[in-house]
């Protein structure tokens, strides 16, 4: 059931163009219009959200702080992403104007669960993003939209995520739609890049042998760090839980711009440092910021891996390991940078010899607190 490889993780890593184009399937139509007659909230409710709270855990909660900034860029709706086991013990200002979305993959996550109740109970409407069909989550929320990565076996979720961030996506776009902001060039271009990821995706899977080789270079290694900024900070976060969980070693990720204010200290000789670098087009700005950070650790010793896209040279004399990515929004790269992320940490993990799916002290799905 493997399909021929040595884990579901591999299996699972491999299916993301597929599971991504599977998300998108009648949900644009041949003008590029959004369609999510699924949802079951109605247009005009739609209109009225005046806010917009993320809740999930662990890899989903990454997928929500992404999708927080394409949410208020794309609607200019307030929108914030908080973890659920926060927010159901905190008291949220929620009322029947805000939507709670709460995006899982299995459905039952205890938490997830008790905090789109605690957002019900306060009168909020509550949107499902999940992977399995009539799951707990989906069946007391409001709304449901189905990513459709198909069963996600292995404990560390690969193809979920992107489902996840598609989703999220897509419920931004509508609400893009439906309240006509941004709704013009910018949107319909998104929207056209959208159908194009899961092919992009394929293109980085097909060049990963480099990082394969980079992640056995580095079993040794006690500490790797990863740096983002803008959507890229939420991608190391994610990289960092990947290699937590599978590899068992001592990862972090940071927010570049706070580099400064603290991590910087842990810099020293050989440390390896993943870097996400948004794309020189667009917010050019942060990527020249980008590029600074990397020089600066580079000078204290960091071994600097670095994630940037296709044609972006200015990185190119400062990363000790260069990995391409190819060019896509800015809001859409997360879903082409977290993929080496995910094959880095499986294997570093077979490279230390864990078992890639069924990591230790781990369940595929957290029914307890
Ligand atoms: C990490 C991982 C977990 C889950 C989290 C939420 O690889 O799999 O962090 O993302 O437990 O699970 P769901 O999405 O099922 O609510």
């Excluded at 855990?57 to 926060?86: Q, V």
């Excluded at 980079?214 to 740096?227: I, P, S, Y």
Aim: one cysteine or more.
């Amino acid at each position: 059931e493997k399909g021929g490889y040595d884990y579901f993780m591999l299996k699972e890593i491999a299916e993301q163009p597929k599971a991504v184009a599977d998300t998108l399937l009648g949900r644009i139509d041949a003008e590029g219009q959004l369609t999510l007659d699924e949802l079951r909230i109605d247009d005009a409710e739609l209109r009225e959200v005046d806010k917009i709270v993320m809740v999930a855990c662990g890899t989903a909660y990454h997928a929500g702080m992404i999708a927080k900034y394409a949410i208020e860029h794309w609607t200019r709706i307030p929108c914030e992403t908080e973890l659920a086991s926060e927010f159901r013990y905190r008291d949220p200002i929620l009322d029947g104007r805000t939507l709670v979305v709460a995006i899982s993959q299995s459905g039952e996550t205890m938490d997830t669960l008790m905090a789109l109740r605690h957002a019900r109970e306060q009168g909020a409407k509550v949107l499902a993003i999940c992977n399995t069909n009539g799951s707990t989550i989906p069946r007391e929320s409001d709304a449901v939209l189905y990513t459709h990565a198909g069963p996600e076996v292995a404990v560390a979720s690969t193809k979920a995520f992107l489902t996840q961030l598609v989703a999220c996506y897509l419920v931004a776009l509508y609400l893009g739609q439906v309240r006509g902001t941004k709704w013009g060039d910018e949107i319909g271009e998104v929207v056209g890049e959208l159908a194009r990821i899961g092919e992009q995706v394929d293109e980085v899977l097909a060049t990963m042998e480099p990082v394969r080789e980079l992640a056995r270079g580095l079993a040794d290694k006690g500490t790797v760090l990863f740096l983002g900024r803008h959507v890229g900070y939420p991608v190391a976060l994610e990289g960092a839980l990947k290699l937590k969980e599978l590899a068992y070693m001592h990862a972090e990720g940071f927010a570049a711009g706070e580099l400064k204010h603290g991590p910087i200290a842990l810099i020293e000789d050989g440390l390896p440092v993943v870097v996400v670098v948004p794309s020189p087009r667009g917010r050019s700005v942060l990527h020249d910021k980008i590029v600074s950070n990397i020089q600066e650790i580079r000078a204290r010793g960091a071994m600097t891996i670095v994630i940037a896209e296709e044609g972006d040279e200015a990185v190119v004399p400062y990363a000790d390991h260069l990995v391409r990515v190819p060019r896509t929004p800015t809001l859409l790269q997360p879903m082409v940078a977290a993929v080496p992320l995910q094959v880095f940490a499986c294997e570093l993990a077979t490279a230390r010899g864990n078992e890639v799916d069924q990591p230790r002290n781990l369940a595929k799905s957290v029914t307890v607190e």
